[in-house]
């Protein structure tokens, strides 16, 4: 404690790990097998790493240190970068790479090469993308930099020389300790999004990006062992049926009985 | 083919849906070897249907979860297909140990085909991918969305004493607020929306789910409106995404991030005042109503059942 956690803290890289993804709103149509990305309407950051952001700038504001946003993706992502920073990010890393059909093996390495060539200790993402819904980056950076994993965390703090969390657990909430090198995956947390204003958006528009590729970073990436056959529409449910009216909940409590037979 | 499939457990029990994970892997073929973290359900484990081995992995690492911990242990014993379940704690174990095994981990799936064909639902549910793994990979399954396995088996059982560095302590366990069932534990869910024009009105729905064992769940608008309804309520974008067989939407207009999380539902009931609510479009049987009509004649229909 006292003067030399201080001195340790102020030497703290935090890395937010970001993952830009079609916003909820915008339809998503195929075409050719794929989710054709060219018809998103909207792209924004994913829910939950917005949740990290804002906990990597609370920690950053407790404990001190730099923040640095990391995403890879194609060359879009970068304004997300740039919203990072209108909002308190020290600097940015964009390793563009297009990873639509990349294996989680294959972007975890990126990530993983990216979060050392920042030099981070404390990696905070979201707990899953909402394009993919996997959930696999966090642990697996986690893993291959040696970092202890806390998921399903909606806050955390400084804490003497190490970090305490709140996760979801199976029977509830824990409270847990760490020690850097660690990673945060965000659930939603019970906190407010800070929003970016004019001063912070001039000051991130004069701020440079850091963009490499895979290969800049030493990456390998190999060959994905996952092939994607296709993207499909979900298949179209035929219309339900409609009623009016309270007296109509016997109809409905009686065909759930004996047509849909799930009760 | 050899498979693992990694337990899951619900406090000192084998959760139920490690089951279902024997159920899919039996449909692929090959050897199954079960592992169970802790020693957890060994027993119970070794009776699954399918099953030719059980490895019990006891040790001190595993009296808290710690994902890093876990799989050091327990990557050594995969081989092949390794399954696990797509619950949180499940996802996040089977990212380390495919990571610790240097193979990609698919997530989630909802359906295992020929020559492991995985599809998968994405980008919110709007899309469905399909796709095939080269080698050996690490893959998560949707609770519900595979058959179980029966009992009646008689695997052989084998415990292996093991150590590994723990660097997550626990400092403090919290206890759920209210006993009630998990939306993602349900085969049954009824939610309410800010429809429900306050907090205190969610104990109709909790009466109307005592009545058919239901977990009752709600929308992101109830829990961001009302600090009374906890966000492990919450399904849908942000929340949980649920699988159950009956899914009862009560005052819930359906905006695009709740039906994010409950669209795969088996059955959906929808029960808004309004006639045009984007509920009702996803809904096999819609009633338009008040909940303050609608819920006590449900809850006296299901009762007469």
Same mark, same amino acid.
């Given at each position: 404690?006292?003067?030399?956690?201080?001195?340790?803290?102020?030497?703290?890289?935090?890395?937010?790990?970001?993952?830009?993804?079609?916003?909820?709103?915008?339809?998503?149509?195929?075409?050719?097998?794929?989710?054709?990305?060219?018809?998103?309407?909207?792209?924004?950051?994913?829910?939950?790493?917005?949740?990290?952001?804002?906990?990597?700038?609370?920690?950053?504001?407790?404990?001190?240190?730099?923040?640095?946003?990391?995403?890879?993706?194609?060359?879009?992502?970068?304004?997300?970068?740039?919203?990072?920073?209108?909002?308190?990010?020290?600097?940015?890393?964009?390793?563009?790479?297009?990873?639509?059909?990349?294996?989680?093996?294959?972007?975890?390495?990126?990530?993983?090469?990216?979060?050392?060539?920042?030099?981070?200790?404390?990696?905070?993402?979201?707990?899953?993308?909402?394009?993919?819904?996997?959930?696999?980056?966090?642990?697996?950076?986690?893993?291959?930099?040696?970092?202890?994993?806390?998921?399903?965390?909606?806050?955390?703090?400084?804490?003497?020389?190490?970090?305490?969390?709140?996760?979801?657990?199976p029977?509830?909430?824990?409270?847990?300790?760490?020690?850097?090198?660690?990673?945060?995956?965000?659930?939603?947390?019970?906190?407010?999004?800070?929003?970016?204003?004019?001063?912070?958006?001039?000051?991130?528009?004069?701020?440079?990006?850091?963009?490499?590729?895979?290969?800049?970073?030493?990456?390998?990436?190999?060959?994905?062992?996952?092939?994607?056959?296709?993207?499909?529409?979900?298949? $179209?449910?035929?219309?339900?049926?409609?009623?009016?009216?309270?007296?109509?909940?016997?109809?409905?409590?009686?065909?759930?009985? $004996?047509?849909?037979?799930?009760? | 083919?050899?498979?693992?499939?990694?337990?899951?457990?619900?406090?000192?029990?084998?959760?139920?849906v490690?089951?279902?994970?024997?159920?899919?892997?039996?449909?692929?073929?090959?050897?199954?070897?079960?592992?169970?973290?802790?020693?957890?359900?060994?027993?119970?484990?070794?009776?699954?249907?399918?099953?030719?081995?059980?490895?019990?992995?006891?040790?001190?690492?595993?009296?808290?979860?710690?994902?890093?911990?876990?799989?050091?242990?327990?990557?050594?014993?995969?081989?092949?297909?390794?399954?696990?379940?797509s619950s949180p704690?499940?996802?996040?174990?089977?990212?380390?140990?495919?990571?610790?095994?240097?193979?990609?981990?698919?997530?989630?799936?909802?359906?295992?085909?020929?020559?492991?064909?995985?599809?998968?639902?994405?980008?919110?549910?709007?899309?469905?991918?399909?796709?095939?793994?080269?080698?050996?990979?690490?893959?998560?399954?949707?609770q519900n969305?595979?058959?179980?396995?029966?009992?009646?088996?008689?695997?052989?059982?084998?415990?292996?004493?093991?150590?590994?560095?723990?660097?997550?302590?626990?400092?403090?366990?919290?206890?759920?607020?209210?006993?009630?069932l998990d939306v993602s534990e349900a085969?049954?869910i009824?939610?309410?929306?800010?429809?429900?024009?306050?907090?205190?009105?969610?104990?109709?729905?909790?009466?109307?789910?005592?009545?058919?064992?239901?977990a009752?769940g709600?929308?992101?608008?109830?829990?961001?409106?009302?600090?009374?309804?906890?966000?492990n309520?919450?399904v849908?974008?942000?929340g949980k995404t649920v699988n159950p067989?009956?899914?009862?939407?009560?005052?819930?207009?359906?905006?695009?991030?709740?039906?994010?999380g409950?669209?795969?539902?088996?059955?959906?009931?929808?029960?808004?005042?309004?006639?045009?609510?984007?509920?009702?479009?996803?809904?096999?049987?819609?009633?338009?109503?008040?909940?303050?009509?609608?819920?006590?004649?449900?809850?006296?229909?299901?009762?007469?059942?």
């Amino acid at each position: 404690m006292g003067i030399y956690s201080r001195v340790d803290r102020d030497n703290m890289t935090i890395a937010v790990l970001l993952k830009q993804v079609p916003d909820t709103t915008s339809k998503i149509a195929v075409s050719d097998g794929r989710v054709d990305q060219d018809s998103v309407s909207k792209w924004s950051t994913s829910p939950y790493d917005e949740y990290a952001l804002e906990y990597a700038l609370q920690l950053k504001e407790s404990g001190g240190g730099d923040l640095v946003a990391i995403t890879c993706g194609p060359s879009r992502s970068s304004k997300m970068l740039t919203d990072a920073a209108a909002v308190g990010a020290d600097s940015m890393l964009h390793v563009e790479a297009d990873t639509s059909e990349m294996d989680s093996r294959q972007i975890q390495s990126i990530l993983a090469a990216a979060v050392k060539h920042c030099g981070a200790d404390v990696i905070l993402c979201g707990k899953q993308a909402a394009d993919t819904n996997s959930g696999s980056t966090g642990p697996g950076v986690a893993n291959l930099i040696g970092a202890a994993c806390v998921g399903m965390v909606s806050e955390v703090n400084v804490d003497g020389d190490g970090f305490s969390a709140l996760r979801a657990s199976p029977s509830g909430n824990e409270r847990v300790m760490v020690s850097k090198p660690c990673l945060f995956a965000f659930d939603k947390a019970a906190t407010e999004l800070r929003r970016p204003n004019v001063k912070g958006i001039m000051m991130a528009k004069k701020k440079v990006i850091e963009t490499v590729s895979p290969g800049d970073l030493g990456v390998d990436i190999g060959e994905s062992g996952v092939k994607i056959h296709a993207h499909d529409l979900p298949p $179209e449910k035929p219309p339900g049926q409609k009623f009016e009216g309270a007296e109509s909940v016997s109809i409905v409590v009686s065909k759930l009985r $004996e047509e849909a037979n799930v009760i | 083919m050899n498979i693992t499939i990694i337990a899951e457990t619900n406090g000192n029990q084998l959760h139920s849906v490690t089951s279902q994970l024997a159920g899919a892997a039996s449909s692929l073929g090959g050897t199954t070897t079960l592992l169970c973290p802790g020693g957890v359900g060994e027993s119970e484990a070794s009776e699954i249907s399918g099953v030719s081995k059980v490895i019990s992995l006891k040790g001190d690492c595993f009296s808290s979860f710690d994902s890093g911990a876990w799989s050091a242990v327990m990557a050594p014993h995969c081989d092949g297909v390794v399954i696990a379940s797509s619950s949180p704690t499940g996802r996040e174990l089977a990212s380390q140990i495919a990571s610790k095994m240097g193979v990609p981990v698919v997530q989630d799936l909802t359906e295992i085909g020929q020559d492991l064909k995985m599809t998968r639902s994405v980008y919110s549910g709007k899309a469905i991918e399909t796709s095939t793994a080269s080698g050996s990979c690490v893959i998560t399954l949707r609770q519900n969305a595979f058959e179980s396995a029966g009992s009646g088996g008689n695997a052989e059982l084998i415990t292996v004493d093991s150590t590994s560095e723990v660097s997550v302590a626990v400092k403090e366990a919290m206890a759920k607020a209210s006993e009630r069932l998990d939306v993602s534990e349900a085969d049954i869910i009824i939610s309410g929306g800010r429809g429900m024009g306050d907090p205190a009105n969610f104990s109709h729905l909790n009466e109307v789910a005592d009545v058919i064992g239901a977990a009752v769940g709600a929308s992101r608008a109830a829990v961001d409106s009302w600090d009374e309804i906890p966000h492990n309520m919450q399904v849908g974008q942000t929340g949980k995404t649920v699988n159950p067989s009956l899914y009862i939407a009560v005052g819930i207009s359906g905006a695009i991030q709740h039906l994010a999380g409950m669209r795969s539902s088996k059955y959906i009931v929808a029960i808004n005042k309004d006639p045009d609510a984007p509920i009702f479009g996803v809904a096999d049987y819609g009633i338009v109503a008040t909940w303050e009509e609608a819920l006590p004649s449900l809850k006296e229909e299901l009762a007469k059942l």
